[in-house]
């Protein structure tokens, strides 16, 4: 599965424009974001409550390090509660993890996952070498009722054994992360999750629509 595309809420759309041409060196034109296959489109948020946003980035897991060396010089990475800002995780994920803050509150990741294949370039990294947006949060009432509904729609599996808190479907190229409602983003553990008014666009997938009027994201097939 891949994210093709995803419509963001945001206060200001020229500084959040600005920060992911400034800060994360990615292409910018208007309100649409470029990150490798996907897009990401700055929309003006109106009425709609911004912050708690999770997106990951994809990038190639032998220039992780040269990755989080070119972020530290750019943002401050999250850090958990046991003063960790890098994070493995084994089995189905097989990757590593780095978090930091982006503008309007979201809690942005990049991650390098082991399966997908390796970059051929060398020395310092830059932001055009994030390959998609990979992962983005979708929180949800009753967790094992969205999964259920958006496994159906989409034709989607997860990556790992879901559980009443977390179910993260699709595979290493897009991930949709169903959280609780209730549940704060890791590693920080200080926002909830927020979904109002995101437009997911996704390809790879059954043609569907899900929604879900009340927590106010909607996914469909591109």
Same mark, same amino acid.
């Given at each position: 599965?891949?994210?093709?595309?995803?419509?963001?809420? &945001?206060?200001? &759309? @020229? *500084?959040?424009?600005? %920060?992911?041409?400034?800060?994360?060196?990615?292409?910018?034109?208007?309100? *649409?974001?470029?990150?490798?296959?996907?897009?990401?489109?700055?929309?003006?948020?109106?009425? $709609?409550?911004?912050?708690?946003?999770?997106?990951?980035? $994809?990038?190639?897991?032998?220039?992780?390090?040269?990755?989080?060396? /070119?972020?530290?010089?750019? @943002?401050?990475?999250?850090?958990?509660?046991?003063?960790?800002?890098?994070?493995?995780?084994?089995?189905? /994920? #097989?990757?590593?993890?780095? %978090?930091?803050?982006?503008?309007?509150?979201?809690?942005?990741?990049?991650?390098?996952?082991?399966?997908?294949?390796?970059?051929?370039? +060398?020395?310092?990294?830059?932001?055009?070498?994030?390959?998609?947006?990979?992962?983005?949060?979708?929180?949800?009432?009753? &967790?094992? +009722?969205?999964?259920?509904?958006?496994?159906?729609?989409?034709?989607?599996?997860?990556?790992?054994?879901? $559980?009443?808190?977390?179910?993260?479907?699709?595979? #290493?190229?897009?991930? !949709?992360?169903?959280?609780?409602? +209730?549940?704060? /983003?890791?590693?920080?553990?200080?926002?909830?999750? $927020? *979904?109002?008014?995101?437009?997911?666009?996704?390809?790879?997938? +059954?043609? @569907?629509? &899900?929604?879900?009027?009340? !927590?106010? /994201?909607?996914?469909?097939?591109?």
């Amino acid at each position: 599965m891949r994210i093709q595309q995803i419509d963001l809420p &945001v206060s200001d &759309v @020229a *500084a959040a424009a600005a %920060y992911c041409r400034e800060v994360l060196e990615l292409p910018v034109d208007g309100d *649409a974001v470029r990150i490798g296959w996907s897009t990401l489109r700055l929309q003006p948020a109106g009425g $709609n409550p911004v912050g708690g946003v999770h997106l990951a980035f $994809n990038v190639p897991d032998n220039r992780f390090a040269e990755a989080t060396r /070119w972020l530290k010089a750019r @943002a401050t990475l999250q850090r958990d509660a046991e003063q960790r800002e890098h994070f493995t995780f084994d089995g189905r /994920w #097989d990757s590593q993890s780095i %978090y930091f803050t982006g503008p309007e509150g979201w809690i942005l990741e990049l991650i390098g996952r082991r399966r997908l294949p390796a970059a051929t370039r +060398t020395g310092p990294f830059h932001g055009s070498e994030m390959t998609c947006i990979s992962e983005v949060g979708l929180p949800a009432a009753h &967790v094992a +009722t969205a999964q259920a509904e958006l496994q159906a729609a989409f034709g989607l599996e997860p990556l790992s054994p879901p $559980n009443a808190h977390f179910a993260p479907l699709g595979d #290493d190229e897009g991930l !949709l992360i169903v959280v609780d409602a +209730t549940r704060r /983003w890791f590693p920080e553990q200080k926002d909830l999750p $927020n *979904a109002q008014g995101l437009r997911v666009q996704l390809s790879g997938v +059954t043609a @569907a629509t &899900v929604q879900d009027p009340t !927590l106010g /994201w909607h996914v469909r097939a591109a």
